[in-house]
């Protein structure tokens, strides 16, 4: 069963198109990445699925069904800028987001600390939330997000903004999620987060589909044409122009995308000629490679 | 139901505990009994300021016969009001005199300067000169005074013995008592006047302060954008809703405790002072009447700041857009004397039933002239009306403006958002 089905969604602000004939469904137990440039409807999209807004046509399914209260209360949702109540104690905010998801407080207030103590912070239960340093409130926010243990969790530009303890924290998070058979999505405008991380995924750009899938696919259908260089020496740009379509040389390393995928041993035999090559691989295009070309093949 | 609880819960506990609650409700009261009691209290332990009039007396017979009107003394023992009587120089020119002795009061010599013309007896006006001409009480005492002295004076030059013009010539007490429905009560009407200052002051402050706070609270969970986890729980109008009733209900937990204290402060002072008790005492009903024109009031008001917070996007802006707010609930305030002189007059009547005035215009009324039941009935429907009427309104302002960040709505776009809603 898809745990999110999204199918012709349209969203305008006044005059702007926010969202546009947009449809994709989410499996569950999957890890989902959105994907665009900030301003590209993303926000709206997650908006729409959790019906803070409405859309203005199409229909959206979450978890089988048109959400209702019930429903709401196995998602989890970490909105972009998230906020806490500043003069609010730990534990008191993890009882009321508990709350608010159904919990009893004692209930709520259990799961608080377990979480709490699994985050080495058990000591902070009773500390006001401007008292915390950002990265303690950033753990405080996680914990608000999973606490009623959703069957879904919507991440919404989770990665902004984490140092890298909390970024390997909340991946290790994610991942356990869907390991107990929760479905996890997250939008953001990092491609390379969503690489190491995302079964499938959706780009969107300017309210629009652009690609959607699974990863690995996607990846074969629009990769191969690249080759990572590592090389000593000088690149003979002038001797290698009629194979190639673009260089990003960066002195000892180099991706170089290929007119046609069959030239890449033509490459490599002119390269040894004029530099020493200490590595030549046929890679995967990454997804900033994929981004750029779909955006540019739908204007 | 179960997440307005929630958001209700969170609301009333947070702002229960917090410190600045505690201390409003300690000092509230605190402030109001000092701002109605202190002047009074200290007035009667002092007998008030002592009073040094220099007279000049063209008439030459009043000498020695104010004194008799005055029996308060100060706190000392010695009597409050003194008179210099001056004596005039053979030929002296009575501009000069005044003006010499108007130097002095301004100096500080004496309280004021009592001007008794040749004519006093026959017609003639006495002037009273003083650097503070705002005590009535002093002015309205030694015009009396004067009048006296003038009275005995004249019966003397009639042929009636001295010794019983000060019979004659005896003011009659007045004592005054106020019909209710009910009975009499002794006491007159100053438990009225402050029953009505007390409840009009606490419901304008309470009204406006927790006002305030729905739209301080929207706004801090529209900045720090915790609204949109409460949104993804929770309809916007039960949002609003659970603010609104939240905070309310810390409106009334401040109003019970108050009651309570206030309660055993009556208790406490009838033990002390029955006369006093019985002359300040409220009655019961009165605060029925005072926690329902609360939260009418604050309810109507509510729904007004709570569109106010959604509006915002900062601090300043819902301060400006509060002003116009503010000013609504103060126009009864501002109005307070004119209900005083004619509670029950068309102006105060019409006022009085328009719902942003209703609250505190009709519990001043109630406190002053109990008006007739089908008015009172009229401000709660009206009242009732107006706040759905607003809630309906303020939750499609709420619905969209709390999405809203960076820019404020122009009046144009806020129409809009109330037609698309």
Not at chain 1, 248 to 276: H, K, M, S, T
Not at chain 2, 165 to 181: D, Q
């Amino acid at each position: 069963m898809d745990a999110i089905s999204v199918r012709d969604v349209t969203k305008s602000f006044s005059t702007q198109r926010a969202v546009d004939e947009i449809s994709f469904d989410v499996p569950e137990g999957s890890i989902y990445g959105f994907l665009g440039p900030n301003g590209s409807g993303k926000t709206t999209t997650i908006r729409m699925i959790l019906k803070i807004l409405m859309p203005d046509s199409g229909e959206i399914r979450v978890l089988g069904k048109d959400l209702d209260d019930k429903t709401s209360n196995r998602i989890g949702y970490l909105p972009e800028e998230r906020g806490l109540y500043r003069s609010m104690r730990v534990e008191d905010q993890l009882v009321f987001f508990g709350a608010l998801h159904g919990l009893s407080t004692a209930e709520a207030r259990r799961r608080a600390h377990v979480w709490l103590e699994r985050f080495d912070a058990g000591d902070w239960a009773m500390r006001k939330i401007q008292e915390l340093s950002k990265g303690m409130q950033q753990k405080v926010q996680f914990i608000g997000t999973v606490i009623h243990d959703p069957d879904l969790v919507i991440l919404d530009e989770p990665f902004s903004g984490l140092d890298p303890v909390n970024t390997r924290l909340l991946k290790d998070v994610m991942l356990e999620l869907r390991a107990r058979g929760s479905t996890v999505i997250f939008s953001t405008h990092q491609m390379e987060q969503v690489e190491k991380s995302c079964d499938r995924i959706m780009l969107i750009h300017k309210g629009r589909k652009l690609v959607e899938g699974l990863l690995s696919r996607i990846r074969q259908e629009h990769g191969g044409d690249v080759v990572q260089v590592e090389y000593s020496g000088e690149l003979p740009r002038e001797a290698v122009k009629d194979l190639v379509e673009s260089i990003n040389d960066q002195g000892q390393y180099a991706e170089i995308r290929l007119r046609r995928e069959e030239d890449a041993p033509a490459l490599l035999r002119r390269l040894v000629g004029a530099c020493d090559v200490r590595r030549f691989q046929i890679a995967e295009a990454s997804l900033d490679d994929i981004f750029v070309r779909v955006v540019e093949a739908a204007k | 139901m179960n997440r307005i609880w929630t958001i209700v819960r969170r609301e009333y506990l947070e702002r229960v505990r917090q410190r600045s609650f505690i201390l409003g409700t300690v000092l509230v009261p605190v402030f109001m009994l000092g701002v109605t009691f202190l002047p009074i209290w200290i007035a009667s332990r002092t007998g008030g300021q002592p009073v040094h009039l220099a007279v000049v007396d063209w008439t030459a017979s009043l000498k020695g016969k104010l004194e008799p009107s005055f029996s308060d003394s100060l706190a000392d023992g010695s009597p409050r009001f003194r008179f210099d009587y001056q004596t005039i120089p053979p030929g002296a020119d009575p501009k000069t005199l005044l003006e010499g002795l108007q130097k002095d009061v301004r100096a500080g010599d004496y309280t004021g300067l009592l001007w008794i013309p040749a004519d006093a007896l026959t017609g003639g006006t006495v002037e009273m000169y003083a650097m503070n001409a705002a005590d009535p009480e002093i002015g309205a005492r030694v015009g009396n005074a004067v009048s006296r002295a003038a009275m005995t004076t004249r019966l003397v030059q009639h042929g009636v013995p001295a010794a019983e013009t000060e019979a004659i010539s005896k003011n009659v007490p007045l004592k005054i008592f106020k019909l209710t429905k009910e009975g009499v009560r002794e006491g007159g009407f100053e438990s009225d006047f402050v029953g009505m200052l007390l409840f009009a002051m606490i419901l304008y402050m309470t009204i406006l302060l927790y006002g305030v706070q729905v739209s301080r609270s929207i706004l801090e969970e529209k900045n720090s954008r915790i609204v949109e986890i409460l949104l993804k729980s929770a309809r916007p109008f039960q949002l609003m809703l659970g603010k609104i009733i939240g905070i309310g209900a810390v409106g009334v937990t401040q109003y019970a405790i108050w009651g309570l204290a206030a309660t055993a402060g009556g208790a406490f002072i009838r033990g002390m002072s029955p006369a006093f008790a019985q002359a300040t005492s409220i009655p019961p009903s009165m605060f029925v009447f005072f926690v329902v024109y609360f939260l009418l009031g604050y309810f109507l008001y509510a729904a007004i700041f709570a569109a106010v917070g959604a509006m915002a996007t900062s601090e300043q802006e819902a301060q400006q857009l509060q002003w116009p707010v503010t000013i609504l609930i103060i126009i009864p305030i501002i109005l307070l004397t004119m209900v005083m002189r004619n509670p029950d007059g068309p102006v105060v009547t019409v006022l009085s039933l328009i719902p942003f005035f209703s609250s505190v215009m009709m519990m001043m009324r109630i406190n002053l002239h109990m008006p007739p039941a089908w008015q009172i009935g009229a401000s709660m429907v009206i009242l009732v009306a107006s706040i759905l009427g607003m809630a309906a309104l303020s939750a499609r302002i709420f619905r969209v403006g709390i999405l809203m960040y960076g820019k404020r709505p122009t009046l144009p776009e806020l129409m809009r958002w109330i037609r698309e809603a």
